[in-house]
């Protein structure tokens, strides 16, 4: 799904750290430890159950490959996010113009009901982004199907941006 604002985005991350590494191109010189890519996490909703601001924000971090962690990225504190709601045209805040670690974030190799939970990614998103009102049962299980797998496969991060959306994340685990 694209991100609002992706191309303002792209122009933010050129100016951070010189040890980026854009996921194109061959990666920076060796000798560096972490090689950073920026991330930005799915929409997630302000307020829920959702109401007629259908207000979300797109957070916007950092992780990188360490050569010392073969399973297992660094992670980066949000250094920008973008806003959107009904009546809202995305905004992007910038919220440093560094890069902050905030820890490692694990990953495992996913079955294939993970691999088809991450699949529906875009549907769920658009799902989401459609709401004005609480979720029927079958966008419900949608959104808790895709949001789910999502949140257990970048918990560091959650950590991070929980509080912004706590009812939310409340929600799912609800389930």
Not at 16 to 28: F, T, V
Not at 71 to 96: K, Y
Not at 118 to 139: E, H, I, M, T, Y
Request: glycine letters at 6%; one cysteine or more; hydrophobic letters at 45%.
């Amino acid at each position: 799904m694209a991100v609002p604002l992706q191309a303002q985005i792209e122009a933010e991350w050129a100016r951070r750290e010189s040890n980026r590494w854009d996921g194109r191109s061959s990666p920076p010189d060796p000798s560096q430890t972490t090689m950073w890519q920026y991330q930005v996490t799915p929409p997630l909703p302000r307020a829920w159950p959702p109401d007629a601001a259908a207000h979300v924000t797109w957070h916007v971090y950092a992780s990188g490959r360490n050569r010392n962690l073969c399973d297992a990225v660094v992670v980066a504190a949000p250094w920008a996010f973008v806003e959107m709601g009904a009546n809202l045209d995305p905004v992007l805040g910038i919220l440093s113009t560094e890069i902050h670690q905030i820890g490692w974030q694990g990953f495992w190799p996913l079955r294939p009901d993970q691999v088809a939970d991450f699949a529906v990614g875009n549907d769920a998103q658009s799902c989401l982004l459609a709401l004005r009102a609480p979720p029927d049962a079958k966008q419900a299980a949608l959104i808790r199907r895709f949001y789910g797998i999502w949140q257990a496969g970048n918990g560091r991060i959650v950590t991070e941006i929980r509080r912004f959306h706590e009812t939310f994340f409340g929600w799912l685990g609800a389930a």
